[in-house]
């Protein structure tokens, strides 16, 4: 059975805003959804509503036929059967890596030591079982964070930004080994992040979040290419977005909406370039290149509008110049009309 998880609720802080989040988050096994938005949008309220670490004031809370909570209903944190990993990993510093696992657990009981050890090995612990978490670098401590959560087969895990507490180069290893080990362990998973990068490698779902609500809702690859209002293009961090009102070369097609894409669809190309079918084609000058890792942000100047491109540095040909002729051009399927208010 799906255990989906729905929440509609509203929980109200003293001199802050008001946060009313309503969805149903997929309960499918190993499917995870991200929480997605800027810092102090309402995502680590949300999952502790979920998790029952912070109480509504109204509404209710059903993972898939059970009731968490309502206007007569409470089920406490310890009674839902959730995995929670928080930021910081809220690790015992005095207590090794097995004793972490099993906290609050019977150490005596050899089916969970079967467990415990079992997920030592499967997130590459082994030989670290003794060593408390001072010993232990910021990925190995995430790990054993993790296999706390998950020992007792929870209906849920809910991860407040796991990825936080690393350094930029742990986060590309730690990312992929935990997609994978999540979708191994086939937990239902919500994961609150603000990093972008995150969210292509990490979640099956998005939920954009924005002053404490859900404002879009779907799978990834269609919320990451159709966004469904200005505020979420911008979450989403289009870089070309444009209205009528911009003069813009691109087809707008009314007044009271806009088109969105991603600079990372623009191909660019000669200004001799033929037309393809089912592609926009724009004429421009390249005003500024720029150089961001193993990517050269390009802009490209049509009339009064400025386009931003984003190739692979191997694709940087010598002739894309500041002050140079060249063309930009888009797939249709790439260009997202939305409207201009929310």
């Not at 509504?56 to 929670?84: A, H, L, M």
């Not at 991603?262 to 500024?288: N, S, Y």
């Not at 694709?315 to 201009?340: E, F, K, T, Y």
């Amino acid at each position: 059975m799906a255990r989906d998880l729905n929440i509609d609720c509203k929980v109200r802080f003293r001199n802050g805003p008001e946060i009313a989040p309503q969805a149903v988050f997929s309960g499918a096994p190993g499917r995870t959804t991200a929480l997605f938005g800027p810092s102090g949008s309402g995502k680590t309220t949300i999952l502790r509503l979920a998790a029952g670490l912070t109480l509504p004031v109204s509404g209710n809370i059903r993972c898939g036929e059970t009731i968490w909570s309502d206007d007569r209903t409470f089920c406490p944190v310890q009674k839902r059967r959730i995995g929670f990993v928080f930021q910081d990993y809220a690790l015992f510093p005095h207590i090794s890596v097995l004793g972490n696992i099993l906290y609050h657990l019977d150490n005596k009981d050899t089916a969970l030591r079967d467990a415990a050890f079992a997920l030592i090995d499967k997130l590459g612990l082994q030989g670290l079982e003794h060593r408390r978490p001072a010993a232990l670098s910021g990925g190995q401590r995430q790990r054993v964070a993790l296999a706390r959560a998950v020992i007792r087969r929870p209906h849920w895990l809910f991860l407040d930004e796991p990825m936080a507490a690393l350094d930029q180069t742990t986060r590309l290893t730690v990312r992929t080994e935990l997609r994978e080990f999540l979708q191994r362990e086939k937990i239902p998973t919500l994961i609150v992040t603000h990093e972008f990068n995150e969210l292509a490698e990490l979640a099956d779902d998005i939920a954009l979040i924005a002053d404490g609500r859900v404002i879009q809702h779907g799978p990834t690859r269609e919320v990451l290419r159709q966004p469904s209002s200005l505020t979420a293009a911008r979450l989403l961090q289009f870089e070309n977005i444009f209205s009528s009102e911009d003069k813009s070369p691109l087809p707008v097609a009314k007044k009271s909406t806009g088109i969105a894409f991603r600079a990372e669809f623009v191909h660019i190309e000669k200004p001799e370039t033929p037309t393809l079918a089912g592609r926009i084609f724009i004429p421009v000058r390249i005003t500024r290149i720029r150089s961001e890792g193993p990517l050269v942000r390009l802009t490209g100047e049509a009339g009064n509008t400025l386009i931003e491109a984003a190739i692979t540095s191997q694709n940087h040909a010598a002739w894309m110049q500041p002050g140079h002729r060249a063309c930009l051009s888009i797939d249709q399927r790439d260009v997202a009309s939305i409207p201009l208010r929310g």
